[in-house]
């Protein structure tokens, strides 16, 4: 089992996707972080899957670096035409600057937008949240998945 995540994590997997951080290998992925200063690890088999993100490992809840695997593995809905909304996104900093209020980073890059494209942007993110819920996968502290 795991943890719903905060939405933003979901707005943070958009930018992930969209600046090409996320190399993906047969069973596994990397992931760099919104500043660069970090490499995660993804490894899944059949619906186990493993992070080394603080999200995933210490708190038990579906990370950035997760999601946006999920994403681009088919198993979570990518609306592309969300993707350049979260092009270029320090979240590391925004979130720092934010004290880690997640909702409230969130809410400062909608709200540039217009109220046709915050609507778009957050019916599309409660979409993925909702399917996060629904999602039949665990997630293991275990490196080794064999």
Do not use: C, H
């Not at 707005?11 to 490499?39: H, L, M, Q």
């Not at 899944?44 to 210490?58: A, G, M, R």
Request: glycine share 2%; proline share 2%.
């Amino acid at each position: 089992m795991f943890k719903v995540p905060n939405k933003s994590k979901i707005a943070e997997s958009y930018t992930a996707i969209v600046d090409n951080r996320i190399t993906i290998f047969e069973n596994e992925a990397i992931v760099k972080s919104s500043n660069g200063d970090k490499e995660y690890l993804i490894k899944w088999k059949d619906n186990l899957y493993y992070s080394n993100d603080n999200s995933s490992y210490w708190q038990g809840a579906l990370g950035y670096p997760v999601i946006a695997v999920l994403m681009l593995q088919n198993k979570l809905s990518l609306n592309k035409d969300i993707l350049k909304y979260f092009k270029n996104i320090n979240w590391n900093k925004l979130n720092k600057e934010n004290k880690r209020d997640y909702d409230l980073s969130l809410e400062g890059i909608i709200e540039m937008f217009s109220p046709s494209e915050k609507e778009k942007i957050y019916n599309e993110i409660n979409k993925v949240y909702e399917e996060i819920k629904l999602l039949n996968i665990e997630l293991t502290r275990k490196k080794n998945l064999d």
